[in-house]
Structures are given as C-alpha cells and as structure tokens.
C-alpha cells in the first residue's frame, strides 16, 4: 500500500488542522493505520493509531483529548482531527500501515508499521 499525507500548515496555537492519509491499493481496509510525528531534533514518536480489526483507538497521553483519528475505508482515507494545537505540536506528521490483527501493547510501536508516507510539515506558532 502506498501512502500520501496532506494536510499540514501554519496554525496558531489554539487553532486546529486536520491530517488526511490517502492511500492506493484495494487492501487498504485489512490495516491498522496510526499516525507519528518527528519534531526538528527529537526522534519520531507515536501520535494515534486506530486498529483495523474492531476500530480499537490508542492515543499518546500529550494529544488525548485534542486529538481524533479516523478512517473511511470506503474512500481509502484515515484522518487526524487536531484541535487546541500547541507549540510542541510542530513536528512533521507521518501516516503508517500495519497489520490488521496487532495486539493493544504494539500498536504504539513504529517498528509493527510496514508502509509510511512521505510525511507533512504542521508548524504551531505561539
């Protein structure tokens, strides 16, 4: 599955920006999908992810609650809703593809997603 990511932009905090994620391939329905973001210095990290096999949502404790991931399977597309976006928000924003059945421990570990995009610059300004 190849992924495309869109969305990103210059907000100021308090503002609110939603992530698309599209994907190519007609098997797109059968994976987890979560997204991760690399803020400049810092190593990637886990943002949200939303499980394949019965719509289980997992969340990084910074975005719980300004944060909401979703998916159309229809149209091949999982979204982050942003909301209350803050400074440390600004990271670039990947979307990844992993396995349809993955247990709750692994699905905020990037090493269980096989497919990532190219990633989208979303810059807060305070």
């Known amino acids: 599955v190849q992924l495309q990511a869109s969305g990103g932009g210059v907000v100021q905090a308090g503002g609110f920006l939603r992530l698309s994620c599209a994907a190519s391939g007609r098997t797109f329905s059968s994976y987890t999908m979560g997204w991760f973001r690399q803020a400049p210095g810092k190593e990637r990290e886990f943002v949200a992810t939303i499980r394949r096999s019965d719509g289980n949502t997992r969340y990084a404790d910074s975005v719980k609650g300004r944060f909401t991931i979703s998916r159309d399977n229809a149209k091949n597309m999982v979204n982050l809703q942003m909301n209350i976006l803050k400074s440390e928000d600004t990271a670039v924003y990947y979307c990844?593809?992993?396995?349809?059945?993955?247990?709750?421990?692994?699905?905020?570990?990037?090493?269980?997603?096989?497919?990532w995009g190219q990633g989208t610059l979303v810059t807060v300004s305070s």
């Open positions: 990844a593809a992993g396995p349809r059945h993955i247990i709750v421990s692994a699905m905020t570990n990037e090493n269980q997603y096989n497919y």
